[in-house]
């Protein structure tokens, strides 16, 4: 059975052009099966209520209602509402513009998936000449870069009954009314089908949030309110605020009972010439990790080959006398075992694995990945690390086209596909040169897998935290340096992407989050 959509429309003395363009195309859509619920909200141009009286006239799937007063875009939108008899609510601005198969695309969305309750598609932003431009590339649902950022927006497509559920649009979130309600959705199902296609135009006229990011400042400080009674909801202790800089939101958890954590550093000692002095790698490790880290509750456990110098561990217990672990590891190479008897001997509940060639810049680096490893459902958490010269070394993985780190090689200032470089958010792996790891989600998966001695390691476990149903963190907030492939040379055995491949090839130009090339 088709769905009924609901378009609604609140309207508002929209620029003539725009609105005859947004007409065209509704009343164009493959799609037949809908209905327009449009709300004048007082406009004082008087082409308006002709207009609206004149589409009510055409068409008996047009439904008009014409406020007595100006109540602002909360209470136009629940009046439109109030007229939608329905399956599905869609969300259509006075000025912009669907694509002409976009309400198709959305009944054969929820055709294959009869149990949605929250649908929303890519976007693109359109000019007054009609140049299309700037799409946005969606990752599936990431509710953690929700947070940051409403940027399921445009297209978005609710299933009515839940609407009404959640109690519509809220007074005091104007400019962020959609972003409030879609947090409060989300609170209520995990039913959400991500549409990857360009399905909505988003005009860009003059002081609309579409044309400039300081447009409307108000609705940034309403999308921070909105997302912090989304937290507290949740029983989330978070300093929110808006950074304007950035144009998202800050969430800044609160570390509760600061939880202890193991870090295990697998070493043989190596040295190397790090920002022109000769350094010893793991040394520098634990002496950037004890003089910077505002935590406190961890211990250090150093799983060390046999032949390391005697001179580095003595130099390892100096620097680090009271909350040191030396384990000794006297068989063939093998980073995965190596890692696995770290965690054997150690004791917390929070695991971070650690490479030796690293340097911790950010002093409160463990109290953001503990706050995002707290939440249930999340297995794993990385940081941002940069290589010597500050370019990004590793944003994440991303299983586009190939297993590869993230944006590796771009400048730490570049902001990312609509700023992905700068907000946490959902990925499909993470480099094992700093994850912090839920003990307990570690032993459900095994641990490292020792099939992988020196590659893909990380990969695969990343993987089976997924497979499990986990989330996996990234956030750019926790910062180290990673002189990658001092300890090491950096090699990766035909055999070694042949098992990979074997195992998770389906993985492999499948990532859910990370859409772009």
């Known amino acids: 059975m088709k769905p009924l959509f609901s378009v609604i429309t609140p309207v508002y003395n929209p620029p003539q052009y725009a609105f005859e363009k947004c007409i065209e195309t509704v009343f164009e859509q493959e799609f037949k099966d809908w209905e327009w619920c449009l709300v004048d909200d007082c406009s004082t141009a008087p082409w308006v209520k002709n207009r609206l009286n004149e589409l009510q006239a055409l068409d008996q799937r047009v439904k008009v209602y014409f406020r007595s007063e100006n109540g602002g875009i909360v209470a136009a939108s629940n009046d439109a509402i109030s007229l939608a008899s329905g399956d599905f609510i869609v969300l259509l601005d006075n000025d912009d513009e669907l694509h002409l198969e976009a309400l198709e695309e959305v009944a054969k969305s929820i055709e294959a998936n009869p149990n949605v309750d929250y649908l929303y598609s890519n976007e693109d932003k359109i000019t007054e000449d009609g140049e299309h431009f700037d799409e946005f590339v969606k990752p599936d649902w990431s509710p953690e870069r929700f947070l940051a950022q409403n940027y399921c927006s445009h297209l978005s497509v609710i299933r009515t009954s839940l609407v009404n559920q959640v109690g519509r649009f809220k007074t005091g979130f104007d400019g962020a009314q959609d972003y409030d309600l879609f947090l409060r959705i989300t609170e209520r199902t995990k039913d959400i089908v991500h549409i990857p296609k360009v399905l909505y135009h988003w005009r860009t ?14 609705a940034y400080t309403a999308a921070a309110k909105a997302v912090d009674e989304h937290l507290k909801r949740r029983r989330i202790v978070a300093d929110v605020s808006f950074d304007q800089t950035r144009s998202l939101v800050s969430v800044k958890r609160h570390v509760i009972n600061h939880p202890k954590i193991s870090i295990i550093i697998p070493t043989c000692g190596t040295r190397k010439s790090v920002f022109g002095v000769d350094t010893c790698l793991v040394v520098n490790a634990v002496e950037s990790i004890e003089r910077k880290s505002s935590y406190t509750n961890f211990e250090i456990i150093v799983v060390v080959d046999k032949g390391t110098p005697q001179q580095v561990i003595t130099h390892l217990k100096t620097v680090c006398p009271n909350r040191l672990k030396i384990i000794d590891y006297d068989k063939p190479f093998n980073f995965s075992d190596k890692c696995n008897v770290g965690v054997v001997n150690s004791d ?8 030796d060639d690293t340097e911790v810049i950010s002093p409160d680096w463990l109290e953001t990945m503990v706050g995002h490893i707290t939440e249930e459902d999340v297995a794993m958490v990385g940081p941002l690390l940069l290589y010597e010269d500050g370019r990004i070394q590793s944003a994440g993985h991303s299983n586009t086209h190939s297993l590869h780190n993230f944006c590796a090689g771009y400048s730490s200032n570049d902001f990312g596909h609509f700023r992905m470089l700068k907000l946490a958010r959902e990925v499909s792996g993470l480099t094992g040169a700093c994850a912090l ?26 993987f089976k935290f997924l497979e499990l149903g986990y989330r996996l963190i990234w956030t750019p907030n926790a910062r180290l340096f990673h002189f990658e492939t001092a300890s090491r040379p950096a090699h990766v055995k035909p055999s070694e992407v042949k098992l990979i491949m074997s195992r998770w090839g389906r993985k492999i130009n499948n990532d859910d989050y990370c859409k772009i090339h």
């Open 348 to 355: 917390a509940p929070l695991i971070l694995m650690l490479n």
């Open 437 to 462: 790891i839920k003990r307990d989600a570690y032993f459900e998966v095994g641990g490292m897998s020792e099939i992988f001695p020196l590659a893909f390691n990380d990969c695969d476990i990343a």
């Open 205 to 218: 006229v003059p002081g609309s949030t579409a044309s400039a990011n300081n447009a409307k400042l108000y």
